[in-house]
């Protein structure tokens, strides 16, 4: 792994950043229909998963650096002499696991009898919102796989470009190890996914306009638990879609979906 020096990480993140943003505006018409689209998507997130960890390496110039530990001590565990928390800290950190998931619809030819595993990965940012309780807001940025296996030899994939907007508490045990409890939202825009039905061996866009076809965008409630041990993380999350993501407003379509990640925070 090659490590950036923190002085060379902002300039080094802008040409990444700069250099992405105009071959994007350039490929825009061939990458949005490419059968690639998701290569290119897991692609960019692992840059940023490389990125992320490299700027750690300086970690010993940060203000949460316990020079006790030999670790980052962000997790309100220092209090004043008056017992308040001394600061409103800031992780980073990133995510991979598997999902279960399904689609729950009114529409027989919509409803998944049975769940799709797929991937989950991405990026997570939290920032504290109290100095006073260890109460997080977190978000970030997913790519998550979502669909379902409904009768007929009919399955479907929706893959989505997805950020979870949640509240977390850290409930520290001692100084390495901490239940974190969750509750909030998420959005989501469908970036790929296709339709098979394999009666009439036809396979087409699983987003479009058409009556068999889902909407691009959905949102929905996001709870779950995750544990953590030094550096590193693991949770349990639920996703519960409340916006109606097929073409008739008469059936309700929603996604539901279960993921299990691990990953790392700093």
Known sequence: ????????????????????????????????????????????????????????????????????????DYSHRNHSRYGNYTSAPFYVGFRVGPTFSSVISDNDFLDGSSTRTGLNVGVAAGFGVSPYVPLFFETGL???EKGGKGDNDFKFSLDYLEMPLVLKYIHNF????????????????????????????????????????????????????????????????????????GQDDFDDTKNSAVMLNIGVNF
């Open 174 to 245: 001692d100084r390495n190890f901490s239940i974190q409890p969750f509750f909030g939202g998420y959005l989501s825009a469908g970036v790929g996914g296709k339709i098979k039905d394999y009666y009439l061996r036809e396979s087409y866009s699983a987003f479009g306009d058409g009556m068999d076809q889902f909407k691009r965008f959905d949102g929905g409630l996001r709870m779950g638990v995750g544990i953590q041990y030094d550096l590193f993380y693991a949770d349990l999350t639920y996703d519960l879609g409340l916006a109606n993501i």
């Open 1 to 72: 792994m090659v490590f950036i020096q923190n002085r060379d990480f902002p300039r080094c993140f802008r040409e990444i950043t700069f250099g992405l943003s105009r071959n994007m505006l350039f490929f825009a018409p061939e990458f949005l229909n490419s059968m690639h689209m998701k290569k290119y998507i897991l692609m960019a997130l692992v840059g940023l998963m490389t990125v992320v960890p490299a700027s750690a390496q300086s970690y010993r110039n940060s203000r949460y650096y316990n020079r006790n530990t030999g670790r980052l």
């Open 142 to 144: 997913y790519y998550t």
